[in-house]
């Protein structure tokens, strides 16, 4: 009889969990600190700072709301213009709109999918007054990030940098997150390491710190009745998710090494394909390898068309696109996704500018268009990741 089971699914990237997860959070259960106070919130901050390198590091309970704290302390007003990574998840820039501020989208370099130096000095002659750029290392992937702060530099610019992909990811030897003068992380469910949920803002400036710790907790003032003289949020971490975040610490190097392990093994299987893997600076960059990604050679392209909510393609021999995998993908029961659309296209930013390196080019919207995600699970098995390859190889027959 022919098996018709279906296949076990193939994840883009799930929770690893080993086991101390659960003792810390029980821990927190045990001992009744299960609020935003806490051994764990403590000792997940202690280490932030210590794997990161950052004096201050404030749990909260998402990597958007470490964003919103960052645009709070960096003092950007309404209708203030900030300049964003356009090929990013749109956590990345909604924080601006939420202190009603206008982000300007700056176009994204080819050598590692980030925001293009070149682009963002443009932007600069053309909006000189702009004070708070928002850099991305997408996918793990550290950004260009000496020319970018020679940029920022030169034109008296604060970083805020969004390392919520790339925790653990190194540039010349420092840790992401550590550049910005705010930063945030993210423990969201599919990061490379996770809470469940949770985030943090990590800066090297005590009275910032201190100042996220009052607004995130509903911004108290020091009086013995509830007295509030700033608006607050309840964006605190809680004592339980930390506990996770807090077992899935010492894990983070484990996790990154089987995420190079997988983009090690599609580069060598995709060698004769004309594809190639997400692009790094391997003299300056080690990523974290969150995501391994390929992109399509333009000459090996099938034609394929995306309006706003569907796409398609037509099947050429020798020629694919990232609707084609994606698709074989999912008829396997394998998760895929395509890359992050740029924020310049989508319709609730299509009357924000986009500031291209140079006039008519559009670098994001090409890798959107050529570029997909690959299952990056760390618990996949060398058969199943064999599996997502011999689809990927029988698109191109
Ligand atoms: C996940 C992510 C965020 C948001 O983090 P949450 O913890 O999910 O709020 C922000 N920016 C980027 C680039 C992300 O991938």
Not at 160 to 181: H, M, N, R, V, W
Not at 227 to 235: D, F, S, W
Not at 322 to 338: H, M, V
Not at 352 to 358: C, R
Request: proline share 6%; charged share 25%.
């Amino acid at each position: 009889m022919a098996n018709t089971e279906p296949k076990k699914k193939i994840w883009l990237a799930t929770p690893t969990m080993h086991g101390d997860e659960l003792t810390y959070m029980a821990e927190a259960y045990h001992t009744n600190w299960m609020s935003t106070v806490g051994a764990n919130i403590n000792e997940v901050e202690r280490l932030a700072c210590e794997t990161v390198g950052c004096k201050h590091a404030v749990g909260l309970a998402c990597g958007t709301a470490a964003l919103h704290m960052a645009m709070k302390l960096a003092g950007v007003r309404p209708g203030e213009r900030v300049f964003c990574t356009d090929m990013t998840f749109a956590a990345t820039v909604n924080p601006v709109v939420y202190e009603q501020a206008v982000p300007v989208f700056i176009d994204t370099e080819p050598d590692t999918w980030n925001m293009d130096p070149v682009a963002l000095e443009r932007a600069f002659e053309k909006y000189p007054e702009v004070r708070v750029v928002v850099i991305v290392h997408l996918y793990g992937t550290p950004a260009k990030l000496d020319e970018l702060r020679a940029v920022c530099d030169r034109h008296g610019a604060v970083i805020i940098e969004d390392a919520a992909e790339s925790l653990g990811a190194t540039y010349k030897g420092k840790q992401t997150g550590s550049f910005g003068t705010y930063n945030c992380i993210s423990f969201n469910g599919n990061k490379i390491i996770t809470g469940s949920s949770g985030g943090m803002l990590l800066t090297d400036d005590k009275d910032a710190a201190d100042k996220v710790r009052k607004w995130s907790t509903q911004s108290r003032d020091n009086a013995p009745w509830y007295q509030h003289t700033e608006v607050g949020y309840n964006y605190r971490m809680s004592n339980v998710i930390a506990g996770v975040v807090r077992g899935q610490f010492p894990y983070l190097q484990e996790h990154i090494d089987r995420k190079r392990a997988i983009f090690d093994r599609y580069k060598a299987a995709f060698a004769d394909l004309p594809v190639k893997m997400n692009p790094y600076e391997a003299d300056r960059a080690v990523p974290n390898f969150w995501l391994s990604c390929m992109i399509i050679d333009k000459n090996a392209m099938c034609r394929q068309t995306r309006g706003d909510l569907r796409a398609s393609f037509v099947p050429e021999p020798g020629k694919s696109c990232p609707t084609e995998i994606l698709e074989a993908l999912a008829a396997q029961n394998i998760e895929g996704r395509p890359i992050w659309k740029p924020m310049h296209m989508q319709p609730i930013y299509t009357d924000n500018d986009f500031v291209p390196a140079v006039d008519g080019a559009d670098v994001g919207a090409d890798i959107f268009a050529r570029g997909l995600c690959l299952p990056s699970d760390i618990k996949m098995t060398v058969e199943e990741q064999e599996r997502v390859i011999e689809i990927v190889r029988s698109c191109f027959e």
